[in-house]
């Protein structure tokens, strides 16, 4: 089944920035990065038909390796894993509780496509279940791709395509713009990358207040889909969250290794469904805007 439709949660972007006129052949530079999130959302109201508030917190895990030959020319590995803790407050088919088990693999690789141009493809590999679930039945599988031009020193733009597979056996396919614009001295415009609590592709606005501390707003479109067990009865159902978080950032980068970034806002436009295996629709409810916040620090080699 084929369908066209705003599903940015289970692929990261490659960074933009640094897409310059293709640079000469270098020695080969192999570098490597470890992360680290935690992120919460607020008890929130849910018109659910067996809970009435809903909460959730997540602990996410990435490490990443890369070689790269020049500045646009690279390929690496990224693999990450962790899990998210929904918390119903009357309980959901008999439960209070669903804990999320995540785990992600995927391959960037850029090159250039001319002199002031470069283009990437991420392939993937993703995997989320409430704990307990059959393990070969909870991955999806997918690819990002695109190309960016560097129109001035300051904007580099350009088209991206990705697509993904769920886990109903559904294909998604969700074309976006990739920018890169630094429109004045400490102001720029960028698609955001997905990690951990923000998993899709976004947009933020920065404002560079020193040499090392950063503040910026954030949105993106989320959508969460993972696998029930066997307990709830409906062996192989789903569960799908979705949301436009806004969020204000604050990001510190002390040394050229180590970034921390802290977020808080909110979670609006929420909408949380179940699925049988089957893709018919169990229930389906609304959520309040919800208060989120978390923190993320990088540590780069």
């Known amino acids: ?35 680290g999130a935690a992120a919460f959302q607020g008890s929130t109201e849910v018109d659910m038909k067996n809970g009435d508030t ?44 669903i804990d999320v088990n995540e ?23 993703n995997y989320a279940a409430e704990s307990g679930a059959d393990l070969s039945d909870g991955f999806t599988y997918g690819a990002i791709g695109g190309v960016m031009w560097r129109v001035s020193p300051d904007l580099v733009i350009g088209p991206a395509m990705g697509v993904q597979t769920s886990l109903l056996d559904e294909t998604v396919f969700f074309p976006f713009l990739l920018i890169d614009w630094q429109f004045s001295d400490r102001w720029r415009l960028a698609t ?7 998993r899709g592709a976004g947009l933020r606005l920065a404002f560079e207040a020193t040499d090392t501390w950063e503040l910026g707003l954030e949105t993106r479109y989320e959508e969460f889909e993972f696998l029930l067990d066997d307990s709830h009865g409906r062996a192989g159902g789903t569960g799908v969250d979705s949301s436009t ?4 950032t604050s990001r510190w980068t002390p040394s050229d290794t180590l970034t921390i970034t802290g977020f ?14 089957n893709g018919n629709e169990v229930s389906q409810s609304d959520y309040d805007p919800a208060p989120i916040f978390g923190l993320l620090a990088r540590l780069e080699f």
């Open 245 to 248: 978080p806004i969020v204000l």
């Open 103 to 125: 785990l992600k693999v995927s391959f960037p690789i850029r090159f250039p496509v001319g002199e002031r141009s470069a283009a990437f493809i991420v392939p993937q590999i």
């Open 192 to 198: 955001g990358s997905g990690f951990a609590a923000s």
């Open 54 to 97: 809903f909460q959730w917190s997540r602990s996410y895990f990435q490490a990443s390796g890369m070689i790269a030959q020049s500045r646009v020319s690279s390929v690496g590995i990224e693999i990450g894993g962790g899990q998210t803790n929904y918390s119903f407050g009357s309980g959901f088919v008999g439960r209070s509780s």
């Open 264 to 277: 808080a806002g909110a979670a609006v436009n929420g909408q949380f469904k179940f699925e049988d295996a």
């Open 1 to 35: 089944m084929l369908s066209f439709r705003k599903h940015l949660c289970l692929l990261a972007l490659p960074v933009v920035a640094g897409t310059a006129a293709v640079a000469q052949p270098e020695d080969i530079a192999p570098s490597a990065a470890f992360s």
